[in-house]
């Protein structure tokens, strides 16, 4: 053996390590990304880190949670909805609303949340499901505009002002904790519990179905599949996850207002970590929300004051480059250019 | 029409499974079928042939559900399955092949196969908690091997030959067991070498007791595989009986290759 | 009601003038989405570069807003052109996904550079020669609307006679028909989508510089509005082309100003969020007509 053939070095060095990684048991690799992070909050209340990492640390968790819920509609099933804000709003009010008018717990709030986005979800599909491709985008993106322009005027949630939390005490059953960073554990708790959902959804005849219907509907259902049965049913579990989603966020930050929730932009936050990820995989919403919620985070925080909109400016050109340059995402691109085993090149 | 009575010798001893009836679709103006009437029983292999644009594949998408009827009356078993959805079609016992093989190039060989399960009883938590029952595998399996795909099983389908992809739409489409299965040109676009597998597979499977109706270009393979056969022309039917003695009908010639 | 009703004709003369504004910025987009298949989610964002810049100019420099015109046609078809050779070509035979999260990305860019560069105050216009109102059949007519109105159905006629008349009108049309066939036939059909897109977002140009001296310019909620009347638009007449496109944008102007005078100016941008999604969902002639042959 020459030397050259034992040097492994520059990209080969990545294949190596990218190879060992995809080659460990999947209960391996979650514990690679959920381990560690328990300790974060830890790393605050030691004063190892900010109270800013943890906060980013804290969102980017909730958002691996509604990546992978938009992943099952847009990235399994192949349905570009711009509307999940709605069920995000719709979780995140529900939960509000119970608490602060009714004094209901969101450990009621939150699942009621959820399965009432489900509902959201499957009225909007409901409608929108005969549409294909562009048309479906902007009619599902039309219905969150018009949501949002409702929701700004509706006097009983707040209108445009929105839902205070003021005078709802802390505590287990209010949901509301204190110190702060013990929602870290809420939102770990919830990304773990969908990543494994989707595990299994990634592996189970759904999962495959999903992915059939969104390479070729005509012959998805030259097999039997009831195709607007099974796309109704991404829809109800994609929406379901959104809507948790949103109840947990609204519990974190103890305010609700339709710019918050409803915004375009929050529309396209949602998608946009499954897309940056990978679209159709496990581990897509997680890599897309560790890469984009720091960036978010950080470059708000340097751009605050006068320059505000920087940020987006500069997100947008990240997008830009990710659609041109890895149209099918982080994770399916390195699965792409070192997944395969030609590794060391050798002319044997 | 001709007088379709006269060639019939064979004798046709079955229940009919899949009927036909005086079947009409148009087109805006345009009529592509015009009262085409065909008939497959249990345990037959069934030709369809007729020059292009007679409407044969217009035919199967009537049959299949892919367009709504204009006239006329689709049987299967005694149901009247007229214009129903196609996945409802294939859940009632009837599959079919494309002209151009079509997989889902990005699933496995495998996931293909397992795609076309049955679907009537499954309930939505079930295709999420639970993979597919070990029989389905096996059956999938078997089916891959019986056509020769057992060694690709776990590569993506989109990296197969066109032959080998209408090998995969053939097993796929009886993976479900249905009564009777829609061929359309299971021999177009595939190299030579494969025809004759293709051929031999369905034999094999008719033996097993499969239905099939076919359409195909090929008549060679067709007089080799049908023991009936249905010639259509602008739409309607022209000739029909045992494939040689349609085969030498002055009509269907003139059809075929013009005065 | 009674009261509301008598303000119908006001109603309708506002909703003629404002659909065939919304007309010609509705047939920029359905040229871009016909043409290149490529639906354009930053189109509001391009009619406000138009905007700012003729605000701007105007109120700093005292010239009318009517000179803006021709500065910013030339301006924004070059804009265009780039924005296909620079970002949606690269995107074009990529991923549906890839293609209405490039045009996002453009209205990313768009939108919050110039929130960045302007500020996010409202602006209007400080003078404009044809400022205030006259009265036409009874009704008071806003002046600038007016003129809007005009140079909107110039800019509409323009666009008509270029693409039938023109030759590169006819490549236009023969690539949109058929792209491969009008490669054969020699067109350079990369070429064609790029000027397409400038031809597009040149016609906006025109109408965000005449709406200008009337509507409220903000970085963030003015694109917003603009973008989905164009989207109505073009849903309810469908593909047909520049007219059906300006014949949406009419429906919208009455249905919009209508539904105010008689139900209530709280929910403006409802109504013309519920005439897109029902637009989008029936309309046969329209979308789901084009969408089926298209498959």
């Known amino acids: 053996m020459s030397v050259a053939d034992r040097y492994v070095g520059g990209v080969d060095r990545f294949r190596v390590y990218y190879q060992h990684l995809a080659s460990l048991p999947p209960a391996v690799q979650f514990g690679l990304v959920f381990g560690p992070a328990m300790l974060f909050p830890v790393l605050y209340t030691t004063g190892l880190t900010s109270w800013q990492f943890l906060n980013t640390m804290t969102l980017t968790f909730l958002f691996i949670g509604l990546g992978h819920g938009w992943n099952v509609i847009g990235g399994y099933a192949g349905q570009i909805s711009l509307g999940h804000a709605v069920m995000f709003a719709v979780g995140a009010y529900t939960t509000a609303v119970l608490l602060v008018y009714y004094g209901i717990t969101p450990w009621i709030g939150i699942p009621l949340g959820g399965v009432l986005a489900s509902a959201a979800g499957l009225i909007l599909g409901g409608v929108t499901f005969r549409l294909r491709y562009h048309y479906f985008a902007l009619a599902t993106l039309a219905a969150a505009l018009a949501v949002e322009s409702l929701f700004n005027r509706w006097d009983f949630i707040g209108a445009s002002v929105g839902l205070q939390y003021t005078g709802v005490e802390s505590g287990l059953s209010s949901f509301v904790f204190e110190p702060r960073w013990i929602h870290f554990y809420a939102m770990w708790v919830f990304a773990l519990l969908v990543t494994l959902l989707i595990y299994r959804l990634h592996h189970s005849r759904l999962g495959i179905y999903l992915k059939a219907i969104n390479m070729d509907q005509e012959l998805a259902a030259n097999a039997g599949l009831n195709v607007f049965r099974y796309k109704m049913y991404a829809m109800g579990l994609s929406s379901f996850i959104v809507g948790v989603g949103g109840g947990l966020y609204v519990q974190y930050v103890n305010f609700v207002s339709p710019v918050e929730t409803l915004d375009l932009v929050r529309n396209v936050e949602i998608l946009l970590i499954p897309i940056i990820g990978g679209l159709g995989t496990v581990f897509g919403p997680i890599v897309g929300a560790f890469i984009y919620m720091p960036t978010r985070e950080y470059t708000r925080g340097m751009f605050a004051g006068t320059l505000v909109g920087v940020d987006w400016v500069i997100f947008g050109l990240v997008l830009l480059l990710v659609v041109i340059y890895a149209p099918h995402g982080l994770v399916n691109r390195l699965r792409d250019t070192f997944g395969n085993p030609k590794g060391g090149e050798t002319d044997e | 029409m001709s007088d379709g009575q006269t060639t019939d010798t064979v004798r046709r001893t079955t229940d009919p499974v899949l009927t036909v009836d005086n079947v009409t679709k148009s087109f805006g103006g345009v009529t592509a079928l015009d009262g085409a009437t065909l008939e497959v029983r249990d345990g037959e292999i069934v030709g369809v042939v007729g020059p292009n644009g007679a409407g044969k594949s217009t035919l199967f998408n009537c049959i299949m559900g892919v367009y709504e009827l204009t006239d006329g009356r689709v049987e299967l078993d005694g149901t009247d399955i007229s214009s129903q959805r196609t996945d409802v079609i294939v859940n009632s016992g009837m599959s079919r092949t494309f002209q151009l093989a079509r997989v889902f190039p990005d699933l496995t060989v495998r996931e293909n196969m397992l795609i076309n399960q049955e679907h009537r009883n499954e309930r939505l938590v079930e295709t999420l908690l639970s993979p597919s029952d070990q029989e389905v595998y096996d059956r999938a399996d078997e089916l891959l091997e019986f056509v020769g795909l057992e060694k690709l099983a776990s590569s993506p389908a989109g990296e197969l030959s066109t032959g080998q992809k209408k090998l995969l739409n053939i097993a796929g489409t009886l993976l479900s067991d249905p009564e009777i299965v829609l061929l359309d040109e299971p021999a177009a676009g595939v190299n030579p070498g494969l025809v004759d597998d293709i051929a031999q597979s369905i034999l094999d499977l008719n033996d097993r007791g499969a239905t099939f109706c076919i359409i195909e270009h090929d008549m060679d393979m067709i007089r080799s595989l049908s023991e009936y056969l249905y010639v259509l022309h602008n739409g309607t039917n022209l000739e029909q009986g045992e494939p040689e003695t349609v085969l030498q009908k002055e009509a269907v010639l003139e059809a075929y290759f013009g005065q | ?295």
């Open chain 3, 1 to 295: 009601m009674l009261s509301s009703l008598s303000l119908l004709p006001q109603a309708v003369v506002t909703g003629i003038l404002m659909g065939l504004i919304y007309g010609l910025v509705a047939a920029g987009l359905a040229i871009i989405w016909g043409v290149v298949d490529i639906v354009n989610f930053a189109h509001g964002e391009y009619m406000l570069i138009a905007m700012f810049t003729t605000v701007l100019v105007s109120n700093t420099f005292g010239v009318d807003p009517l000179l803006m015109l021709p500065v910013n046609v030339v301006l924004l078809f070059v804009i265009g052109y780039l924005s296909y050779t620079v970002v949606i070509s690269r995107v074009i035979n990529g991923p549906i996904f890839a293609q209405v999260l490039a045009t996002f990305a453009l209205l990313l860019i768009l939108r919050y550079g110039m929130l960045a560069a302007f500020g996010s105050q409202t602006r209007t216009l400080d003078s404009f020669v044809f400022d205030g109102r006259v009265e036409l059949l009874g009704v008071a007519v806003s002046l600038p609307q007016l003129v809007a109105a005009v140079f909107c159905v110039a800019g509409v006629g323009v666009l008509y006679y270029v693409l039938k008349h023109t030759k590169t009108g006819r490549a236009i049309r023969a690539t949109a028909q058929d792209r491969e066939a009008a490669r054969v036939l020699g067109i350079n059909d990369d070429r064609i989508f790029a000027l397409t897109w400038g031809i597009g977002i040149a016609a906006v140009a025109v109408a965000g510089t005449l709406a200008a001296t009337f509507y409220p310019t903000q970085a963030e909620t003015t694109p917003e509005i603009w973008t989905i009347i164009a989207f109505a638009a073009v849903a309810l007449g469908g593909l047909g082309g520049v007219l059906a496109a300006v014949a949406g944008g009419l429906i919208i102007g009455l249905v919009e100003n209508m539904s105010v005078t008689l139900i209530s100016s709280q929910y403006r941008s409802f109504y013309i969020f519920a005439v897109l999604l029902i637009g989008l969902i029936y309309s046969r002639e329209g979308i789901l007509n084009w969408v089926s042959t298209h498959e």
